[in-house]
């Protein structure tokens, strides 16, 4: 049988440095194959008589990045990742880990159990478990505090950050930072062991000081943190067991790591990770992406500024164009602005902050649009205003450049039927705040060509967006699904529960804000705007609730006019609004409503019950290429609790058979609302799953697999 370990694994011996390479791309995951190649490697030049110290390093773009995730649930499989380190740490021959690119999770726990380190220019290094719901589990929590100290310890573990290089290295994490490639700084620093410069240390025999003050300040703001998620908290009882003899602490770390694999917020998170990579296999992925240089934004409102915001900070030149001379300037300053906030968070270094307002133009003229690689329209949701600039854009546009509009609901078709050139027609729905929000809808049109649509999936990547496909209907994936949960809360609204009690329930699950919070910030003018335009099109069956209405007309907008659902007061917490209570109970009254108890569980069962209808609607019209694309658009655009997974991934949990049930029961008092999709019966019917329907739309369009 071929032997698959020294494929992924190679060794080497020079002048008495045996030499392990990790090489199983893309990452270098410590799977169960990766964890016994490393250790057969290692006893060969472990038994080598000619072999005096050993180095660890990584093949490819990064050392490694850790435990295999696909394969959390094989840990248990030998050897074990603590038995392989274990191993490396109890080495009488001296271990170097030679960093390079990134070395999270389990690849640093194996970096801390050699003897020394050494990292290379561009290093980051992180122990990201808990965002992944579990804890290091292979020494980490042990480790790390014997070299850092606690302090530093418990932000790193309990936050999942990553560190760069140079604080590594003041931390103590690394012992050397240096040039080059990680074979070379593994070599450099074995022969300085061997001719004596440097002096090996096993890490378990350095010792901790236990610092209570330290962990009860942590403890408070972990438990203070919302949602509160179990990992962080579990995670700081791991470093906790640090000041004790090394063997308790790591069996303590191990027992804690593996309570947490059997955590539903460890499949949430989980699930999430590689819901966010999942999107990019789609159909498109292998057309050849069009080169874009030079973009132009068409719209100088809150859309159009953040776009022009995210394409800078990306390095793109942007020209923005704002048709209204007189909002030019200010259109500039909050693009400026932006700019200037995004150096303070951090999200862009002074260079390229310097450069961004270099390579950044504002005028009102709409020919500035004929050099433009990309063109993306963000001008306000009229169908006759887009067309009307799209038929112009077609006149003023070089020949290959995309045309993308912004808009959140409209039929894209009709808009690149404006155009001579519907192949180059787009969909791009950017989320406010632009720069900030990581969801990016590609919307494809019935003739949008499918290099357009890789440049769109390219560029999001560059951006740092998560770009998910979509193909046109009212709202595409999000909106839509946003529709029913919003009207699913009114119904509750008007049915009994109070707006606070709907949005402390959601918030409760994980959501940031509840919907009505989200109103408020949103602001319910514009929602009024958006439901006045679509009034004629409501069906007259459909349940209506005029409580928002109302509100506006009261002259209350949201957090913008300091009154909404909530008074807002400077920083103080949102306060319910007494008149708007008073509106709700006179409306009740209004349409003979009798007010009725709803229990958190009620109403979260009702909300996320719409929500899962829709999207399995959306699924079953082919509107998301799968159940993980869905997933992606509600954790990175609407707030879907990441740790909860997505509302696909909590129908499995839910059940088809209970979904069907809910939705029969309360189609008792509105059918027009509750009707169950077919796709829903047929996935009950055949005992799937929508994690069956993903590994198919994933392996559609897997890579090398690609239509
Ligand atoms: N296990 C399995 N697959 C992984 C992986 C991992 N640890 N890390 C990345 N991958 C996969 C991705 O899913 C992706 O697959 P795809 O091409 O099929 O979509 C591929 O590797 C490339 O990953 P990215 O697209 O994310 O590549 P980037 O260059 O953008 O990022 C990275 C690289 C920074 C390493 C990023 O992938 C990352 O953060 N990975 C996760 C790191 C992590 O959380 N490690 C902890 C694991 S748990 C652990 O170690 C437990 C231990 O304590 C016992």
């Known amino acids: 049988m071929k032997d698959l370990t020294t494929e992924i694994v190679r060794t080497e011996v020079q002048d008495g440095i045996g030499l392990i390479c990790l090489a199983k791309p893309p990452v270098n995951a410590l799977g169960v194959l990766l964890r016994k190649a490393i250790y057969d490697a290692y006893r060969r030049l472990a038994d080598d008589p000619a072999v005096r110290i050993i180095v660890l390093y990584g093949d490819g773009r990064l050392f490694s990045a850790g435990a295999d995730i696909k394969d959390l649930a094989k840990s248990d499989i030998e050897p074990t990742l603590p038995q392989v380190l274990g191993a490396l740490h109890d080495s009488e021959k001296p271990v170097i880990a030679a960093l390079h690119g990134a070395a999270f999770g389990g690849a640093l726990e194996l970096a801390l159990a050699a003897h020394l380190r050494v990292g290379v220019q561009g290093l980051r290094i992180a122990l990201p478990e808990v965002r992944l719901g579990v804890l290091p589990g292979a020494g980490g929590t042990q480790r790390l505090p014997r070299l850092t100290g606690c302090a530093a310890a418990i932000d790193i573990i309990c936050s999942g950050r990553e560190v760069e290089a140079k604080e590594a290295l003041a931390l103590g994490i690394i012992d050397r930072l240096t040039d080059g490639p990680p074979r070379d700084a593994g070599l450099a620093m074995a022969k300085d062991v061997l001719t004596g410069k440097l002096v090996p240390r096993q890490t378990d025999k350095l010792s901790v000081a236990f610092q209570p003050e330290v962990f009860a300040a942590a403890q408070k703001r972990l438990s203070g943190k919302r949602p509160a998620l179990l990992a962080p908290v579990k995670a700081l009882e791991a470093i906790a067991a640090s000041s004790l003899p090394i063997t308790d602490g790591l069996t303590k770390e191990r027992k804690l790591f593996k309570d947490l694999m059997q955590s539903e917020e460890r499949a949430g998170l989980v699930h999430a990770f590689f819901a966010e990579r999942a999107t990019g296999k789609m159909p498109e992925a292998a057309a050849m992406p069009r080169q874009i240089n030079s973009v132009a934004v068409i719209g100088g409102g809150t859309m159009g500024v953040?776009?022009?915001?995210?394409?800078?900070?990306?390095?793109?030149?942007?020209?923005?164009?704002?048709?209204?001379?007189?909002?030019?300037?200010?259109?500039?300053?909050?693009?400026?602005?932006?700019?200037?906030?995004?150096l303070k968070r951090g999200k862009l270094d002074p260079d390229t902050h310097q450069t961004a307002f270099e390579r950044f133009t504002c005028t009102d003229t709409l020919?500035?649009?004929?050099?433009?690689?990309?063109?993306?329209?963000?001008?306000?949701?009229?169908?006759?205003?887009?067309?009307?600039?799209?038929?112009?854009?077609?006149?003023?546009?070089?020949?290959?450049?995309?045309?993308?509009?912004?808009?959140?609901?409209?039929?894209?078709?009709?808009?690149?039927?404006?155009?001579?050139?519907?192949?180059?027609?787009?969909?791009?729905?950017?989320?406010?705040?632009?720069?900030?929000?990581?969801?990016?809808?590609?919307?494809?049109?019935?003739?949008?060509?499918?290099?357009?649509?890789?440049?769109?999936?390219?560029?999001?990547?560059?951006?740092?967006?998560?770009?998910?496909?979509?193909?046109?209907?009212?709202?595409?994936?999000?909106n839509r699904i946003l529709t029913r949960y919003r009207r699913a809360a009114d119904y509750l609204l008007l049915d009994g529960a109070s707006f606070e009690d709907i949005d402390r329930a959601l918030e409760d699950f994980g959501f940031a804000m509840g919907p009505f919070a989200v109103s408020d910030l949103a602001?319910?003018?514009?929602?009024?705007?958006?439901?006045?335009?679509?009034?004629?099109?409501?069906?007259?069956?459909?349940?209506?609730?005029?409580?928002?209405?109302?509100?506006?007309?009261?002259?209350?907008?949201?957090?913008?006019?300091?009154?909404?659902?909530?008074?807002?007061?400077?920083?103080?917490?949102?306060?319910?609004?007494?008149?708007?209570?008073?509106?709700?109970?006179?409306?009740?009254?209004?349409?003979?409503?009798?007010?009725?108890?709803?229990?958190?569980?009620?109403?979260?069962?009702?909300?996320?019950?719409?929500?899962?209808?829709?999207?399995?609607?959306?699924?079953?019209?082919?509107?998301?290429?799968?159940?993980?694309?869905?997933?992606?658009?509600?954790?990175?655009?609407?707030?879907?609790?990441?740790?909860?997974?997505?509302?696909?991934?909590?129908?499995?949990?839910?059940?088809?058979?209970?979904?069907?049930?809910?939705?029969?029961?309360?189609?008792?008092?509105?059918?027009?609302?509750?009707?169950?999709?077919?796709?829903?019966?047929?996935?009950?019917?055949?005992?799937?799953?929508?994690?069956?329907?993903?590994?198919?739309?994933?392996?559609?369009?897997?890579?090398?697999?690609?239509?």
């Open 367 to 478: 020919d500035a649009v004929a050099n433009a690689d990309l063109v993306i329209e963000a001008i306000f949701e009229d169908i006759a205003a887009k067309t009307d600039l799209f038929a112009k854009l077609d006149v003023i546009c070089k020949p290959g450049a995309i045309l993308a509009t912004n808009t959140s609901y409209l039929d894209v078709n009709l808009i690149a039927a404006a155009t001579s050139r519907p192949a180059d027609v787009i969909g791009l729905h950017f989320f406010s705040p632009a720069h900030i929000m990581r969801l990016l809808e590609v919307v494809v049109a019935d003739a949008t060509a499918p290099d357009c649509v890789a440049t769109a999936f390219l560029l999001a990547r560059k951006l740092g967006k998560v770009p998910v496909r979509a193909t046109v209907c009212d709202g595409f994936i999000g």
């Open 523 to 707: 602001g319910l003018d514009i929602a009024k705007a958006t439901r006045d335009r679509k009034a004629a099109d409501r069906p007259p069956e459909e349940r209506y609730s005029r409580i928002a209405d109302l509100i506006c007309e009261s002259g209350w907008y949201g957090r913008k006019s300091c009154r909404g659902y909530y008074v807002y007061d400077g920083d103080e917490p949102r306060q319910v609004n007494p008149d708007v209570t008073a509106i709700v109970d006179n409306e009740r009254r209004a349409i003979g409503s009798e007010p009725r108890q709803f229990t958190n569980e009620d109403i979260v069962d009702r909300c996320l019950t719409a929500m899962i209808a829709e999207a399995v609607s959306v699924l079953q019209e082919g509107i998301a290429l799968g159940p993980v694309d869905i997933d992606a658009v509600e954790l990175f655009g609407y707030g879907f609790p990441r740790h909860r997974g997505g509302p696909m991934f909590q129908a499995d949990r839910i059940g088809p058979a209970t979904l069907i049930a809910r939705i029969e029961a309360y189609a008792h008092e509105d059918p027009q609302f509750w009707q169950v999709p077919q796709l829903l019966r047929d996935i009950a019917r055949e005992g799937h799953s929508f994690a069956t329907l993903n590994e198919q739309r994933i392996a559609m369009f897997e890579k090398g697999n690609k239509t």
């Open 306 to 342: 953040g776009i022009a915001t995210t394409f800078l900070i990306a390095g793109y030149h942007v020209h923005l164009i704002e048709a209204q001379s007189a909002r030019v300037p200010s259109a500039r300053k909050a693009v400026e602005q932006n700019l200037n906030g995004a």
